[in-house]
């Protein structure tokens, strides 16, 4: 059976003290008789007494502990951005609760609930593909409780929001696939109403545009779960066509090992028949055959920035100071690599 912690009113009934007297001893108050403080001091080891940061916390309305809402912990990037905020908090004094949506709206909403039921100080969230009502995060707002967003962001909620620049890694991957020779290109694109999909969607159309190709509705596939199986089904559909695609830019790593899997699969040599290139810099990206063309997004520092921007918007809520909400826009990054090299040198 699970042993209760050890209290300060514990330690006092055992020394037929007060648990104000207790309290003072630990913590030094010169007005403690020596003999008092030692005594004290030697039964709450003896006892294995540790104090609740918690309850302490709690008495100043302050927890320290901030929430961190992922839609999946299985994407290298998502691991990624854990890692920044861990660093972060962990230098400023805050331990972080992590919960997974799994991409589904009614987990994000029930996780998010629990998170306001541990008192948490602050949230960061990217929210989950099929999320549209934002009321539960409203109520934090309207608590008080800041929060900033990243990755997956909303317009709907007035907060701050870390993201990288979709739109500009979108059109650099769509290009590169122009440079090197590709004329008719697939984009397997993101959930239709999720702000990055849109913007990566809307770089792609804009590359095109610019080198005077036309934009091919019937080369645009749709993914709801984002996942190697879409990317997978979407690669067969375009075979399909009676005039299938030469390049094709995926909307993640994810869904481009899907795209290479069924390429195999098809006999379809990349990148001589078939030139791809996905987003995110997944850590698998460099070791498949052939190593996948990629835009990198500085997860790391999306993490790391997101927890310095909350941490500071919890301070001067706690000072009553006011708080200016922001948008930061990190830059990626294109990564050329083999499964879309036409041209060398």
């Known amino acids: ?143 008080g409780i800041p929060i900033v967003m990243y990755d997956k962001v909303t317009d709907d909620l007035d907060v701050s929001k870390v993201v990288v620049d979709d739109y500009q890694g979108s059109f650099q991957a769509t290009e590169h696939l122009i440079v090197q020779g590709c004329t008719r290109i697939a984009h397997i694109r993101g959930p239709q109403g999720v702000k990055n999909a849109e913007e990566r969607l809307e770089g792609y159309k804009d590359a095109l545009l610019k080198h005077h190709l036309p934009v091919d509705e019937e080369l645009i596939k749709n993914t709801y779960r984002v996942d190697l199986a879409e990317g997978a089904t979407a690669t067969s559909e375009l075979l399909s066509l009676p005039h299938p695609p030469d390049g094709i830019y995926a909307v993640t790593d994810l869904v481009a090992l899907g795209v290479m899997q069924t390429l195999r699969e098809s006999g379809i040599s990349v990148p001589n028949q078939m030139a791809v290139i996905g987003f995110s810099n997944w850590f698998v990206s460099s070791v498949v055959d052939p190593p996948l063309s990629t835009v990198h997004q500085p997860g790391t520092e999306i993490g790391k920035t997101a927890t310095t921007m909350l941490i500071n918007e919890i301070r001067l809520g706690q000072a009553d100071q006011s708080v200016v909400h922001e948008t930061r826009v990190l830059n990626t990054r294109l990564v050329v690599r083999d499964s879309s090299k036409r041209k060398r040198g």
């Open 1 to 143: 059976m699970k042993q209760q912690p050890v209290t300060l009113k514990d330690i006092a009934a055992k020394l037929g003290v007060s648990v104000a007297t207790v309290s003072r001893a630990l913590r030094g108050y010169p007005d403690i008789r020596p003999e008092t403080k030692e005594a004290v001091l030697e039964l709450a080891e003896e006892m294995r007494y540790r104090p609740n940061p918690l309850a302490m916390n709690l008495r100043k309305n302050q927890s320290n502990i901030i929430g961190l809402m992922i839609p999946e912990v299985v994407h290298h990037f998502f691991s990624s951005i854990i890692e920044g905020v861990m660093e972060i908090a962990e230098e400023q004094g805050y331990t972080v609760m992590i919960c997974q949506s799994n991409e589904d709206f009614e987990r994000e909403r029930r996780d998010v609930g629990m998170l306001l039921s541990a008192r948490v100080d602050g949230l960061l969230i990217s929210h989950a593909n099929s999320t549209t009502d934002f009321a539960h995060l409203q109520e934090y707002l309207d608590l």
